[in-house]
């Protein structure tokens, strides 16, 4: 049982460099990245079934077309929202109704990205994140974090008790 207390802490330190990694990593990028407010052009909403079944309830794929001034020059790019699930109307487990294209219209997105100056100043040069309120919203924020503490003290309370 004590080597599988080291096991544990060794683990827990090797999961808190990687958040250490990661956290300078996501970091670089929200320095060094810009944010812009992005019009959008074109709103698309399709209704995809499951491989052709039809007896399940469809969902919604929305797809957003946006234009944004990308380093002095208007951009174009298409956001598709495949984890959006809309049945048909309200029922009483999903009380949101499909929206119409008027209110997807009316939304505000904003574009965050590396300008060409900076892209050597980070880790995600290419990265590109589209949201509704401009705030940076990091991809995982403290996942290395827990595994790490969660693996020391683990191997921690086996080196303790594995000793009496």
Known sequence: MKYAGKVLIILGVVYGLFGIRS???????????IVVKATILSVEIKDNRTN????LKPTHHIT????????GNMDTLSEKSNFLLYPEGKTINNP???PSVGQLMKQEKYVRYV?????KETSFPDRIDINNNGEYESFNSFQYFFSMAS??????????FSKK
């Open 115 to 119: 300008p060409k100056s900076k892209k």
């Open 96 to 98: 949101n109704k499909i």
């Open 52 to 55: 052709g079944n039809y007896y």
């Open 64 to 71: 957003h077309h946006l234009r944004f001034l990308r380093d």
């Open 23 to 33: 956290f300078l990593r996501e970091y670089s990028y929200q320095k060094g990245s």
């Open 151 to 160: 693996m020391m003290l683990l191997g921690l309370l086996i080196r303790y």
